[in-house]
Protein backbone atom coordinates (compact mmCIF):
# COMPACT_ATOMS: atom_id res chain seq x y z
CA UNK A 1 0.00 0.00 0.00
CA UNK A 2 1.47 3.60 -1.16
CA UNK A 3 1.54 6.00 1.48
CA UNK A 4 -2.10 7.83 2.17
CA UNK A 5 -2.24 11.63 2.84
CA UNK A 6 -4.58 12.19 5.77
CA UNK A 7 -5.02 15.87 5.82
CA UNK A 8 -8.27 15.42 7.70
CA UNK A 9 -9.40 16.72 11.19
CA UNK A 10 -9.06 13.66 13.44
CA UNK A 11 -10.88 14.26 16.15
CA UNK A 12 -9.89 10.96 18.08
CA UNK A 13 -6.06 11.94 17.73
CA UNK A 14 -6.32 15.10 18.56
CA UNK A 15 -5.16 15.51 15.23
CA UNK A 16 -5.74 18.87 13.24
CA UNK A 17 -3.69 19.48 9.89
CA UNK A 18 -6.65 20.32 8.24
CA UNK A 19 -5.24 23.77 7.40
CA UNK A 20 -1.58 22.37 8.32
CA UNK A 21 0.62 25.06 5.74
CA UNK A 22 2.10 22.44 2.93
CA UNK A 23 6.72 22.69 3.75
CA UNK A 24 9.22 23.88 2.00
CA UNK A 25 12.30 21.15 2.08
CA UNK A 26 15.16 23.38 0.98
CA UNK A 27 13.68 26.29 3.55
CA UNK A 28 13.15 23.54 5.90
CA UNK A 29 16.95 22.57 5.55
CA UNK A 30 18.28 26.23 6.70
CA UNK A 31 15.62 26.29 9.82
CA UNK A 32 16.46 22.84 11.21
CA UNK A 33 19.80 24.08 11.64
CA UNK A 34 19.32 24.41 15.43
CA UNK A 35 17.62 20.86 15.64
CA UNK A 36 21.00 19.34 14.29
CA UNK A 37 22.56 19.67 17.89
CA UNK A 38 19.88 17.54 19.28
CA UNK A 39 18.61 15.27 16.21
CA UNK A 40 21.44 15.24 13.86
CA UNK A 41 22.01 16.98 10.40
CA UNK A 42 20.81 13.80 8.81
CA UNK A 43 17.79 13.89 10.98
CA UNK A 44 19.38 10.70 13.23
CA UNK A 45 19.56 11.75 16.93
CA UNK A 46 22.57 12.39 18.63
CA UNK A 47 22.34 10.32 21.21
CA UNK A 48 19.67 8.05 22.53
CA UNK A 49 17.59 10.10 24.18
CA UNK A 50 16.95 12.33 21.08
CA UNK A 51 14.94 10.64 18.84
CA UNK A 52 15.70 10.05 15.18
CA UNK A 53 13.65 12.28 13.08
CA UNK A 54 14.78 11.52 9.59
CA UNK A 55 11.84 9.67 7.51
CA UNK A 56 9.00 10.31 9.91
CA UNK A 57 5.91 11.40 8.76
CA UNK A 58 5.63 15.19 8.66
CA UNK A 59 2.12 15.51 9.81
CA UNK A 60 3.13 13.82 12.73
CA UNK A 61 6.38 16.42 13.05
CA UNK A 62 3.78 19.28 12.74
CA UNK A 63 1.66 17.62 15.24
CA UNK A 64 4.02 16.80 17.51
CA UNK A 65 5.70 20.40 17.90
CA UNK A 66 2.38 21.73 18.25
CA UNK A 67 1.81 19.48 21.55
CA UNK A 68 5.04 20.80 22.98
CA UNK A 69 4.18 24.82 22.11
CA UNK A 70 0.74 24.39 23.29
CA UNK A 71 1.90 21.84 26.13
CA UNK A 72 0.11 18.95 25.31
CA UNK A 73 3.52 16.50 25.21
CA UNK A 74 5.90 18.15 27.86
CA UNK A 75 9.31 18.08 27.37
CA UNK A 76 11.78 20.58 29.12
CA UNK A 77 14.22 20.86 26.09
CA UNK A 78 11.79 20.76 23.56
CA UNK A 79 9.36 23.25 24.90
CA UNK A 80 11.48 26.05 23.87
CA UNK A 81 12.49 24.84 20.36
CA UNK A 82 8.55 24.45 19.59
CA UNK A 83 7.50 27.82 21.15
CA UNK A 84 9.83 29.86 19.12
CA UNK A 85 8.79 28.05 15.78
CA UNK A 86 5.86 29.32 13.72
CA UNK A 87 3.84 27.20 11.72
CA UNK A 88 5.44 27.61 8.64
CA UNK A 89 8.66 26.95 10.07
CA UNK A 90 7.46 23.58 11.54
CA UNK A 91 5.64 22.84 8.22
CA UNK A 92 9.28 23.86 6.54
CA UNK A 93 11.04 21.82 9.20
CA UNK A 94 8.90 19.04 9.26
CA UNK A 95 9.24 18.47 5.07
CA UNK A 96 13.10 18.41 5.28
CA UNK A 97 13.56 15.97 8.20
CA UNK A 98 10.41 14.01 6.17
CA UNK A 99 12.61 14.13 3.00
CA UNK A 100 15.37 12.28 4.60
CA UNK A 101 16.15 8.56 4.57
CA UNK A 102 15.05 6.66 7.40
CA UNK A 103 17.77 4.43 7.79
CA UNK A 104 20.35 7.52 6.79
CA UNK A 105 22.88 5.61 8.73
CA UNK A 106 25.15 8.75 10.63
CA UNK A 107 28.76 7.93 10.91
CA UNK A 108 28.79 10.24 14.31
CA UNK A 109 25.90 8.45 15.76
CA UNK A 110 28.12 4.98 15.90
CA UNK A 111 30.96 7.33 16.79
CA UNK A 112 29.40 8.74 19.83
CA UNK A 113 27.78 5.46 20.90
CA UNK A 114 29.80 4.96 24.15
CA UNK A 115 27.70 5.29 27.54
CA UNK A 116 25.38 2.09 27.02
CA UNK A 117 22.69 1.98 29.15
CA UNK A 118 22.66 -1.63 29.38
CA UNK A 119 25.70 -1.27 31.43
CA UNK A 120 23.90 1.35 34.55
CA UNK A 121 21.16 -0.60 35.46
CA UNK A 122 21.74 -3.84 37.11
CA UNK A 123 19.94 -6.26 34.62
CA UNK A 124 17.29 -8.30 36.39
CA UNK A 125 15.65 -9.48 33.58
CA UNK A 126 17.37 -10.36 30.31
CA UNK A 127 14.80 -8.61 27.42
CA UNK A 128 13.81 -11.12 24.77
CA UNK A 129 13.52 -9.23 21.67
CA UNK A 130 11.56 -12.36 20.29
CA UNK A 131 9.01 -11.68 22.33
CA UNK A 132 8.67 -8.12 21.34
CA UNK A 133 7.70 -9.29 18.20
CA UNK A 134 5.26 -11.56 19.12
CA UNK A 135 3.52 -8.60 21.53
CA UNK A 136 4.01 -6.28 18.17
CA UNK A 137 2.87 -8.15 15.56
CA UNK A 138 -0.03 -10.33 17.19
CA UNK A 139 -0.79 -8.26 21.00
CA UNK A 140 -2.17 -10.06 23.31
CA UNK A 141 -6.11 -10.43 23.54
CA UNK A 142 -6.43 -11.29 26.73
CA UNK A 143 -5.07 -8.29 27.99
CA UNK A 144 -6.73 -5.66 25.55
CA UNK A 145 -2.79 -4.68 24.10
CA UNK A 146 -3.71 -4.26 20.00
CA UNK A 147 -1.47 -5.57 18.14
CA UNK A 148 1.16 -2.30 17.40
CA UNK A 149 1.61 -3.38 13.70
CA UNK A 150 -2.04 -2.82 12.51
CA UNK A 151 -1.05 0.99 13.27
CA UNK A 152 2.66 1.07 13.29
CA UNK A 153 3.45 -1.37 10.33
CA UNK A 154 6.05 -4.01 9.25
CA UNK A 155 8.57 -3.73 11.60
CA UNK A 156 8.01 -0.25 12.50
CA UNK A 157 7.60 0.79 8.97
CA UNK A 158 3.64 2.69 9.43
CA UNK A 159 2.01 3.07 5.94
CA UNK A 160 -0.29 5.44 7.64
CA UNK A 161 0.47 9.31 8.16
CA UNK A 162 -1.33 9.53 11.46
CA UNK A 163 0.69 6.66 12.75
CA UNK A 164 4.40 7.42 13.44
CA UNK A 165 7.35 5.52 12.17
CA UNK A 166 9.01 3.19 15.02
CA UNK A 167 11.42 1.71 12.70
CA UNK A 168 15.57 2.87 12.84
CA UNK A 169 14.16 4.74 16.01
CA UNK A 170 16.61 4.67 19.26
CA UNK A 171 15.08 1.82 21.38
CA UNK A 172 15.80 3.70 24.27
CA UNK A 173 12.99 6.58 23.32
CA UNK A 174 10.91 3.81 22.39
CA UNK A 175 10.91 2.87 26.09
CA UNK A 176 11.11 6.18 27.30
CA UNK A 177 7.43 6.72 25.44
CA UNK A 178 5.86 3.88 25.98
CA UNK A 179 6.92 4.56 29.82
CA UNK A 180 5.44 7.84 29.39
CA UNK A 181 2.25 6.90 27.19
CA UNK A 182 1.72 4.00 30.53
CA UNK A 183 1.80 6.81 32.98
CA UNK A 184 -0.13 9.54 30.79
CA UNK A 185 2.67 12.04 30.75
CA UNK A 186 2.13 11.83 27.33
CA UNK A 187 -1.73 11.51 26.22
CA UNK A 188 -2.79 9.72 23.78
CA UNK A 189 -6.42 7.79 23.72
CA UNK A 190 -5.06 4.25 22.06
CA UNK A 191 -1.20 4.62 23.10
CA UNK A 192 -2.50 5.15 27.11
CA UNK A 193 -4.47 2.10 26.69
CA UNK A 194 -2.02 -0.16 24.93
CA UNK A 195 0.89 0.90 27.02
CA UNK A 196 -0.97 1.22 30.26
CA UNK A 197 -1.40 -2.68 30.08
CA UNK A 198 2.29 -3.35 28.98
CA UNK A 199 4.84 -4.40 31.84
CA UNK A 200 8.22 -3.31 32.48
CA UNK A 201 9.10 -6.78 30.87
CA UNK A 202 7.03 -6.19 28.01
CA UNK A 203 8.33 -2.28 27.11
CA UNK A 204 12.18 -4.09 27.61
CA UNK A 205 11.24 -6.44 24.97
CA UNK A 206 9.42 -4.39 22.75
CA UNK A 207 12.57 -2.17 22.75
CA UNK A 208 14.88 -5.13 22.64
CA UNK A 209 12.91 -5.77 19.74
CA UNK A 210 13.36 -2.47 17.68
CA UNK A 211 17.30 -2.63 18.74
CA UNK A 212 17.57 -4.95 15.35
CA UNK A 213 14.07 -6.29 14.16
CA UNK A 214 16.36 -8.49 11.29
CA UNK A 215 17.80 -10.28 14.14
CA UNK A 216 14.50 -12.43 14.93
CA UNK A 217 13.20 -11.90 11.46
CA UNK A 218 13.07 -15.42 11.21
CA UNK A 219 11.49 -16.47 14.20
CA UNK A 220 7.87 -16.78 13.59
CA UNK A 221 5.38 -14.91 16.32
CA UNK A 222 3.95 -16.47 18.73
CA UNK A 223 0.62 -15.72 20.13
CA UNK A 224 -0.43 -15.89 24.03
CA UNK A 225 -2.87 -18.53 24.16
CA UNK A 226 -6.29 -17.75 25.50
CA UNK A 227 -6.59 -17.75 29.27
CA UNK A 228 -9.19 -20.29 30.70
CA UNK A 229 -11.60 -17.81 31.84
CA UNK A 230 -11.86 -16.82 27.97
CA UNK A 231 -12.20 -20.54 26.55
CA UNK A 232 -14.97 -21.23 29.17
CA UNK A 233 -16.75 -18.40 27.84
CA UNK A 234 -16.74 -19.50 24.23
CA UNK A 235 -17.61 -23.23 25.26
CA UNK A 236 -20.89 -22.10 26.85
CA UNK A 237 -21.58 -19.08 24.40
CA UNK A 238 -21.43 -22.38 21.53
CA UNK A 239 -24.27 -23.92 23.34
CA UNK A 240 -26.21 -20.67 23.73
CA UNK A 241 -25.58 -19.33 20.05
CA UNK A 242 -27.75 -22.12 18.45
CA UNK A 243 -30.29 -19.67 18.19
CA UNK A 244 -28.86 -17.16 16.24
CA UNK A 245 -27.51 -19.38 13.71
CA UNK A 246 -30.62 -19.35 11.38
CA UNK A 247 -29.67 -15.42 10.26
CA UNK A 248 -26.05 -15.32 11.61
CA UNK A 249 -24.99 -18.90 10.46
CA UNK A 250 -23.37 -21.59 12.97
CA UNK A 251 -20.27 -19.79 13.03
CA UNK A 252 -21.20 -16.39 13.40
CA UNK A 253 -20.93 -16.15 8.88
CA UNK A 254 -24.15 -14.81 8.28
CA UNK A 255 -24.81 -16.76 4.47
CA UNK A 256 -27.67 -13.45 3.79
CA UNK A 257 -26.09 -10.16 2.71
CA UNK A 258 -29.08 -8.33 5.36
CA UNK A 259 -27.90 -10.04 8.17
CA UNK A 260 -24.36 -8.66 9.73
CA UNK A 261 -21.65 -10.99 10.06
CA UNK A 262 -20.52 -11.71 13.69
CA UNK A 263 -17.52 -14.02 13.44
CA UNK A 264 -14.32 -12.26 14.50
CA UNK A 265 -16.31 -9.15 15.97
CA UNK A 266 -15.00 -7.33 18.82
CA UNK A 267 -16.72 -8.88 22.37
CA UNK A 268 -17.20 -5.95 23.86
CA UNK A 269 -18.99 -4.20 20.81
CA UNK A 270 -21.05 -7.44 20.65
CA UNK A 271 -22.40 -7.05 23.96
CA UNK A 272 -22.96 -3.58 23.87
CA UNK A 273 -25.01 -3.72 20.81
CA UNK A 274 -26.98 -6.76 22.86
CA UNK A 275 -27.29 -4.95 25.73
CA UNK A 276 -28.94 -2.08 23.70
CA UNK A 277 -31.13 -3.65 21.15
CA UNK A 278 -32.66 -4.95 24.41
CA UNK A 279 -32.53 -1.51 26.22
CA UNK A 280 -33.94 -0.16 22.66
CA UNK A 281 -31.34 2.30 22.52
CA UNK A 282 -30.53 0.32 19.27
CA UNK A 283 -33.93 -0.05 17.89
CA UNK A 284 -34.25 -3.40 15.39
CA UNK A 285 -37.73 -5.10 15.76
CA UNK A 286 -36.07 -8.54 14.35
CA UNK A 287 -33.30 -8.00 16.84
CA UNK A 288 -35.27 -6.41 19.66
CA UNK A 289 -37.17 -9.97 21.24
CA UNK A 290 -33.62 -12.20 20.54
CA UNK A 291 -31.83 -9.87 22.78
CA UNK A 292 -34.74 -9.47 25.34
CA UNK A 293 -34.48 -12.99 25.96
CA UNK A 294 -30.59 -12.92 27.04
CA UNK A 295 -29.34 -12.24 30.23
CA UNK A 296 -25.54 -10.42 30.92
CA UNK A 297 -24.00 -13.54 31.11
CA UNK A 298 -25.22 -15.12 28.32
CA UNK A 299 -24.68 -12.03 25.94
CA UNK A 300 -21.19 -12.37 27.10
CA UNK A 301 -20.81 -15.87 26.45
CA UNK A 302 -22.33 -15.71 22.86
CA UNK A 303 -20.02 -12.35 22.39
CA UNK A 304 -16.96 -14.38 23.39
CA UNK A 305 -18.14 -17.11 20.87
CA UNK A 306 -18.58 -15.40 17.45
CA UNK A 307 -15.74 -13.16 18.58
CA UNK A 308 -13.42 -16.62 18.52
CA UNK A 309 -14.87 -17.35 15.11
CA UNK A 310 -13.09 -16.69 11.89
CA UNK A 311 -15.06 -14.40 9.29
CA UNK A 312 -14.89 -15.58 6.31
CA UNK A 313 -14.43 -13.61 3.60
CA UNK A 314 -14.32 -13.93 -0.37
CA UNK A 315 -12.71 -12.06 -3.27
CA UNK A 316 -14.75 -9.06 -4.14
CA UNK A 317 -14.62 -6.20 -6.14
CA UNK A 318 -12.80 -3.36 -4.26
CA UNK A 319 -13.71 0.52 -4.84
CA UNK A 320 -10.69 3.06 -5.42
CA UNK A 321 -13.46 5.98 -4.15
CA UNK A 322 -14.36 4.04 -0.85
CA UNK A 323 -10.66 3.34 0.20
CA UNK A 324 -9.80 6.74 -1.07
CA UNK A 325 -12.76 8.10 1.53
CA UNK A 326 -11.45 5.36 3.98
CA UNK A 327 -8.34 7.15 4.12
CA UNK A 328 -9.42 10.50 3.97
CA UNK A 329 -7.90 11.26 1.15
CA UNK A 330 -11.10 12.70 -0.44
CA UNK A 331 -10.26 16.19 -1.15
CA UNK A 332 -14.23 17.02 -2.07
CA UNK A 333 -15.05 16.09 1.44
CA UNK A 334 -11.82 17.27 3.26
CA UNK A 335 -12.34 18.64 6.64
CA UNK A 336 -16.27 17.58 6.86
CA UNK A 337 -15.31 13.30 7.46
CA UNK A 338 -12.94 12.25 10.20
CA UNK A 339 -11.01 9.36 8.10
CA UNK A 340 -12.36 6.25 9.02
CA UNK A 341 -9.07 4.61 9.23
CA UNK A 342 -8.76 6.14 12.62
CA UNK A 343 -11.31 4.66 13.94
CA UNK A 344 -11.84 0.98 12.24
CA UNK A 345 -7.93 0.74 11.89
CA UNK A 346 -6.21 -0.11 8.63
CA UNK A 347 -7.41 -3.36 8.43
CA UNK A 348 -10.72 -2.64 9.10
CA UNK A 349 -10.36 -4.93 12.42
CA UNK A 350 -11.82 -2.06 14.39
CA UNK A 351 -10.21 -1.18 18.21
CA UNK A 352 -12.17 -3.78 20.63
CA UNK A 353 -10.72 -1.38 23.50
CA UNK A 354 -12.11 1.59 22.23
CA UNK A 355 -15.96 -0.22 20.82
CA UNK A 356 -14.80 0.17 17.62
CA UNK A 357 -16.18 -2.45 15.57
CA UNK A 358 -14.74 -4.61 13.12
CA UNK A 359 -15.96 -3.50 9.58
CA UNK A 360 -14.01 -5.40 7.36
CA UNK A 361 -15.53 -8.50 4.98
CA UNK A 362 -18.48 -7.54 6.58
CA UNK A 363 -21.98 -8.14 4.51
CA UNK A 364 -22.02 -5.16 2.24
CA UNK A 365 -25.70 -4.59 1.86
CA UNK A 366 -25.35 -4.91 6.05
CA UNK A 367 -22.75 -1.86 5.65
CA UNK A 368 -24.19 0.14 3.27
CA UNK A 369 -27.88 0.03 5.61
CA UNK A 370 -25.99 0.99 8.68
CA UNK A 371 -24.36 3.84 6.97
CA UNK A 372 -27.92 5.16 5.84
CA UNK A 373 -29.23 4.88 9.12
CA UNK A 374 -27.04 7.07 11.15
CA UNK A 375 -26.65 9.42 8.64
CA UNK A 376 -30.43 9.48 9.06
CA UNK A 377 -30.83 9.18 12.61
CA UNK A 378 -32.23 6.36 12.73
CA UNK A 379 -29.25 4.59 14.41
CA UNK A 380 -27.98 6.46 17.04
CA UNK A 381 -26.69 4.15 19.75
CA UNK A 382 -23.13 5.55 19.08
CA UNK A 383 -20.78 7.00 21.86
CA UNK A 384 -20.90 11.25 21.10
CA UNK A 385 -22.89 10.67 17.91
CA UNK A 386 -19.20 9.62 16.38
CA UNK A 387 -20.98 7.41 13.16
CA UNK A 388 -24.22 10.18 13.02
CA UNK A 389 -21.69 13.24 12.18
CA UNK A 390 -18.97 11.01 10.09
CA UNK A 391 -21.84 10.03 8.15
CA UNK A 392 -23.91 13.15 7.88
CA UNK A 393 -21.57 14.27 5.44
CA UNK A 394 -21.68 11.64 2.97
CA UNK A 395 -23.35 11.11 -0.31
CA UNK A 396 -25.55 8.26 -1.25
CA UNK A 397 -22.96 7.08 -3.82
CA UNK A 398 -19.91 7.60 -1.39
CA UNK A 399 -21.83 5.65 1.09
CA UNK A 400 -22.07 2.97 -1.61
CA UNK A 401 -18.57 3.15 -2.60
CA UNK A 402 -17.17 2.45 1.36
CA UNK A 403 -19.93 -0.13 1.66
CA UNK A 404 -18.17 -1.63 -1.52
CA UNK A 405 -14.54 -0.98 -0.37
CA UNK A 406 -15.17 -2.17 3.85
CA UNK A 407 -17.02 -5.57 2.14
CA UNK A 408 -13.76 -6.43 0.05
CA UNK A 409 -11.28 -5.62 2.91
CA UNK A 410 -9.29 -8.74 3.92
C1 LIG B 1 18.49 20.43 23.07
C2 LIG B 1 18.14 19.26 22.31
C3 LIG B 1 17.02 19.40 21.27
C4 LIG B 1 16.93 20.35 20.26
C5 LIG B 1 17.90 21.48 19.94
C6 LIG B 1 15.74 20.00 19.51
N1 LIG B 1 15.14 18.90 20.06
FE1 LIG B 1 13.47 17.95 19.35
N2 LIG B 1 13.57 16.60 20.88
C7 LIG B 1 14.52 16.61 21.88
C8 LIG B 1 14.18 15.58 22.86
C9 LIG B 1 14.93 15.24 24.13
C10 LIG B 1 12.98 14.96 22.38
C11 LIG B 1 12.20 13.80 23.05
C12 LIG B 1 11.15 14.36 23.97
C13 LIG B 1 10.40 13.27 24.69
O1 LIG B 1 11.05 12.35 25.21
O2 LIG B 1 9.17 13.32 24.71
C14 LIG B 1 12.64 15.62 21.14
C15 LIG B 1 11.53 15.30 20.37
C16 LIG B 1 11.19 15.90 19.17
C17 LIG B 1 10.09 15.52 18.34
C18 LIG B 1 9.11 14.37 18.60
C19 LIG B 1 9.63 13.13 17.88
C20 LIG B 1 8.73 11.93 17.99
O3 LIG B 1 9.12 10.88 17.41
O4 LIG B 1 7.67 11.98 18.62
C21 LIG B 1 10.09 16.36 17.25
C22 LIG B 1 9.12 16.33 16.09
C23 LIG B 1 11.21 17.27 17.43
N3 LIG B 1 11.85 16.98 18.60
C24 LIG B 1 11.54 18.28 16.52
C25 LIG B 1 12.55 19.21 16.72
C26 LIG B 1 12.81 20.31 15.83
C27 LIG B 1 12.04 20.59 14.55
C28 LIG B 1 13.86 21.02 16.36
C29 LIG B 1 14.49 22.27 15.82
C30 LIG B 1 13.60 23.39 15.64
C31 LIG B 1 14.25 20.33 17.59
N4 LIG B 1 13.42 19.26 17.78
C32 LIG B 1 15.29 20.73 18.40
C33 LIG B 1 15.62 17.43 21.97
C34 LIG B 1 15.89 18.51 21.14
C1 LIG C 1 -4.71 2.08 16.94
C2 LIG C 1 -3.43 2.48 16.46
C3 LIG C 1 -2.19 2.18 17.31
C4 LIG C 1 -1.79 0.97 17.82
C5 LIG C 1 -2.48 -0.37 17.71
C6 LIG C 1 -0.52 1.22 18.47
N1 LIG C 1 -0.17 2.53 18.35
FE1 LIG C 1 1.55 3.38 18.99
N2 LIG C 1 0.92 5.23 18.35
C7 LIG C 1 -0.29 5.47 17.75
C8 LIG C 1 -0.45 6.91 17.56
C9 LIG C 1 -1.66 7.61 16.94
C10 LIG C 1 0.75 7.52 18.05
C11 LIG C 1 1.09 9.02 18.06
C12 LIG C 1 0.55 9.66 19.31
C13 LIG C 1 0.76 11.16 19.29
O1 LIG C 1 0.33 11.80 18.32
O2 LIG C 1 1.36 11.66 20.24
C14 LIG C 1 1.59 6.42 18.53
C15 LIG C 1 2.84 6.60 19.10
C16 LIG C 1 3.66 5.57 19.51
C17 LIG C 1 5.01 5.74 19.99
C18 LIG C 1 5.77 7.06 20.09
C19 LIG C 1 6.49 7.33 18.79
C20 LIG C 1 7.30 8.60 18.76
O3 LIG C 1 7.95 8.83 17.72
O4 LIG C 1 7.28 9.37 19.73
C21 LIG C 1 5.48 4.49 20.32
C22 LIG C 1 6.86 4.16 20.84
C23 LIG C 1 4.42 3.55 20.05
N3 LIG C 1 3.34 4.23 19.56
C24 LIG C 1 4.52 2.17 20.25
C25 LIG C 1 3.46 1.27 20.10
C26 LIG C 1 3.51 -0.11 20.51
C27 LIG C 1 4.71 -0.80 21.12
C28 LIG C 1 2.29 -0.65 20.23
C29 LIG C 1 1.79 -2.06 20.51
C30 LIG C 1 1.83 -2.50 21.87
C31 LIG C 1 1.50 0.41 19.62
N4 LIG C 1 2.24 1.56 19.58
C32 LIG C 1 0.21 0.24 19.14
C33 LIG C 1 -1.23 4.52 17.36
C34 LIG C 1 -1.17 3.17 17.67
C1 LIG D 1 -34.45 -13.72 12.39
C2 LIG D 1 -33.09 -13.32 12.10
C3 LIG D 1 -32.15 -13.07 13.28
C4 LIG D 1 -31.90 -13.90 14.34
C5 LIG D 1 -32.49 -15.26 14.65
C6 LIG D 1 -30.87 -13.22 15.12
N1 LIG D 1 -30.52 -12.05 14.53
FE1 LIG D 1 -29.09 -10.76 15.16
N2 LIG D 1 -29.50 -9.49 13.61
C7 LIG D 1 -30.50 -9.68 12.70
C8 LIG D 1 -30.65 -8.48 11.89
C9 LIG D 1 -31.64 -8.24 10.78
C10 LIG D 1 -29.67 -7.57 12.35
C11 LIG D 1 -29.40 -6.14 11.83
C12 LIG D 1 -30.22 -5.13 12.61
C13 LIG D 1 -30.03 -3.72 12.11
O1 LIG D 1 -30.22 -3.50 10.91
O2 LIG D 1 -29.70 -2.85 12.91
C14 LIG D 1 -28.97 -8.24 13.42
C15 LIG D 1 -27.93 -7.66 14.15
C16 LIG D 1 -27.27 -8.28 15.19
C17 LIG D 1 -26.17 -7.72 15.90
C18 LIG D 1 -25.48 -6.40 15.62
C19 LIG D 1 -24.25 -6.67 14.76
C20 LIG D 1 -23.45 -5.45 14.41
O3 LIG D 1 -22.48 -5.60 13.64
O4 LIG D 1 -23.74 -4.35 14.89
C21 LIG D 1 -25.81 -8.62 16.87
C22 LIG D 1 -24.69 -8.46 17.88
C23 LIG D 1 -26.70 -9.74 16.75
N3 LIG D 1 -27.59 -9.51 15.72
C24 LIG D 1 -26.65 -10.85 17.59
C25 LIG D 1 -27.58 -11.89 17.55
C26 LIG D 1 -27.62 -12.96 18.51
C27 LIG D 1 -26.63 -13.11 19.65
C28 LIG D 1 -28.66 -13.77 18.17
C29 LIG D 1 -29.11 -15.02 18.89
C30 LIG D 1 -29.39 -14.88 20.28
C31 LIG D 1 -29.26 -13.19 16.98
N4 LIG D 1 -28.60 -12.05 16.65
C32 LIG D 1 -30.34 -13.74 16.29
C33 LIG D 1 -31.27 -10.83 12.54
C34 LIG D 1 -31.29 -11.91 13.41
C1 LIG E 1 -14.40 8.64 15.80
C2 LIG E 1 -14.43 7.22 15.57
C3 LIG E 1 -15.12 6.73 14.29
C4 LIG E 1 -14.90 7.15 13.00
C5 LIG E 1 -14.00 8.28 12.52
C6 LIG E 1 -15.69 6.29 12.15
N1 LIG E 1 -16.36 5.38 12.92
FE1 LIG E 1 -17.64 3.95 12.22
N2 LIG E 1 -18.09 3.43 14.15
C7 LIG E 1 -17.56 4.00 15.28
C8 LIG E 1 -18.22 3.46 16.45
C9 LIG E 1 -17.93 3.83 17.90
C10 LIG E 1 -19.19 2.53 15.98
C11 LIG E 1 -20.14 1.66 16.82
C12 LIG E 1 -21.27 2.45 17.37
C13 LIG E 1 -22.05 1.61 18.33
O1 LIG E 1 -21.59 1.42 19.47
O2 LIG E 1 -23.09 1.09 17.94
C14 LIG E 1 -19.07 2.54 14.52
C15 LIG E 1 -19.85 1.76 13.69
C16 LIG E 1 -19.72 1.71 12.30
C17 LIG E 1 -20.46 0.83 11.44
C18 LIG E 1 -21.50 -0.19 11.87
C19 LIG E 1 -20.81 -1.51 12.11
C20 LIG E 1 -21.77 -2.60 12.50
O3 LIG E 1 -21.30 -3.76 12.59
O4 LIG E 1 -22.95 -2.35 12.69
C21 LIG E 1 -20.03 1.08 10.16
C22 LIG E 1 -20.49 0.38 8.90
C23 LIG E 1 -19.02 2.13 10.23
N3 LIG E 1 -18.87 2.49 11.55
C24 LIG E 1 -18.35 2.67 9.14
C25 LIG E 1 -17.56 3.81 9.19
C26 LIG E 1 -17.10 4.53 8.03
C27 LIG E 1 -17.35 4.13 6.59
C28 LIG E 1 -16.39 5.60 8.48
C29 LIG E 1 -15.72 6.71 7.67
C30 LIG E 1 -16.57 7.42 6.74
C31 LIG E 1 -16.40 5.53 9.94
N4 LIG E 1 -17.13 4.45 10.33
C32 LIG E 1 -15.74 6.42 10.77
C33 LIG E 1 -16.54 4.93 15.32
C34 LIG E 1 -16.05 5.62 14.22
Keep these: MKHILISLVLTLFGINIAVAASGDASAGKTKAATCAACHGANGIGAADNFPNLAGQHADYIVKQLKA????????????????????????????????????????????????????????AYVPDPAAGKSLYELGDASRSIAACIDCHGKEGHSEVLIYPNLANQHPEYIAKQLHNFKNKAR??????????????????????????????????????????????????????????????????????????????????????????????????????????????????????????????????PSSDIGKKIYFGGDVSIKGKVTACVACHGVNGKGMPNAGFPAIAGQNEAYLKAQLLKFKQGQRDNDYNTMMQSVTSSLSASDIDELAKYMAAMK
Excluded: W
Design 68 to 123: FKNGDRNDALMAPMAAGLPEQDMADVAAYFASLPRDGASPEAAATDTGSPATAAPA
Design 187 to 316: TNYAMNQFAGAMTEDDIADMAAYFADPAAVAHIKSRKVAPSAAITDEVIAGKAKAATCAACHGNDGNSPVAIYPKLAGQNAQYLVKQLQEFKSGARKDPVMAPMAAALSDQDMQEIASYFAAQKLVTADL
